[in-house]
């Protein structure tokens, strides 16, 4: 990994953490070039990236940009920002040359965990469509392991998903610490499943300690499971990560050529 890294800010505060997440999507948003057709990503981090994208259109400094969202959420934020959004297909003419878009974990090869807001699919398919990859995160997202910090998310069909859910516990049987469930939502005076803009469920896989083991192994078990339809583990996908740092400063990293 290269990497480079922006001057602290003047006044030497510590930022808060949505001040860092703004800071690396505006640092992210200077990759785009007029022209560009972009993968638009989810989740709050992105979204500070949807709000400068609009600024700089609405100040005529980047004509022809256009935008393809990787959730319904993000369409609606992209519209009001005032980003012209183009659906999948229509993008794959013109190539989406970059994608931006956060992530939940970060480990030292820049895999990442994504999709514990449940638009992986959606964002795998659009990034992974892309020329270019760039991953905005805050330094708290950067883990020695995948898994450290959170749920794994898996996308599941509704049908059959307990029984999909057993086939999930059977790939790290005997693994200490690990621990599957069903997201539910609450609803009413109970709970339902979390329901994706696919019309999909999400299984939440946990790690006492992050995955341990082949991480192409461990997605090509998961992804042979009848009934999985994807997971929220990219490997290998981002070309880019901005880590905006506790100090305002920016450190930028590239993956291994």
Known sequence: MGSAAASPPPSGELLSQDDLKRVAAHRAVEFVEPGMTLGLGTGSTAAHALDRLGDLLRAGALPGVAGVPTSLKTELHAARAGIPLLPLDAASGARIRLSIDGADEVDPDLNLVKGRGGSLLREKMIEGAGERFVVIVDESKLVPRLGCTG????????????????????????????????????????????VTDNGNYIVEMFFEDGIRGDLRDISDSLLRITGVVEHGMFLGMATTVVVANRDGTVTVLHKKK
Do not use: M, S, Y
Not at 158 to 179: C, E, S
């Open 151 to 194: 749920a794994i998310p898996v996308e599941v069909v509704p049908f059959g998903a307990p029984h999909t859910l057993g086939l999930i516990r059977k790939v790290f049987d005997g693994l200490p610490g690990f621990n599957a469930r069903l997201r539910k939502v609450k609803k009413d005076a109970g709970e339902v499943p979390f």
